[in-house]
């Protein structure tokens, strides 16, 4: 079997992702630290549909890259801040009616 592995290398720290022929996860992880990698992280590589078979782009894989998200929606944060901004004007209005509604404190 097929084993990608990411790790840093021991002596100058850099990052690398080597892919491995291995009878085991355990084997692929010794030949990467005899290779002088400290291993990360291992995956199985899976086998890739041939490109001239005929249900090749049914089986494409679908991969995101970093920084690439589905676009959020911020409506509920639109009508909450709206909501927000129509009690502030409210109460900035009715101030001077609610003032006398308050219970007024005794100044000394």
Excluded: C
Excluded at 78 to 96: H, K, S, T
Aim: hydrophobic share 45%; aromatic share 6%; net charge negative.
């Amino acid at each position: 079997m097929k084993y990608r592995i990411s790790g840093a290398r021991y002596d100058t720290g850099a990052r690398v992702t080597i892919e491995l022929e291995a009878s085991s996860r355990a084997a692929a992880e010794r030949q990467a630290n005899q290779a002088g990698i400290e291993v990360l992280h291992i995956e199985q590589v899976r086998e890739q549909p041939q490109a001239d078979a005929p249900d090749a782009a049914a089986h494409s894989a679908h991969t995101t890259h970093r920084g690439e998200f589905p676009p959020e929606h911020h409506i509920g944060r639109w009508i909450a801040l709206g909501i927000l901004v129509l009690i502030i004007v409210l109460l900035a209005m009715y101030w001077d009616r609610l003032r006398d509604l308050l219970p007024a404190t005794a100044a000394s």
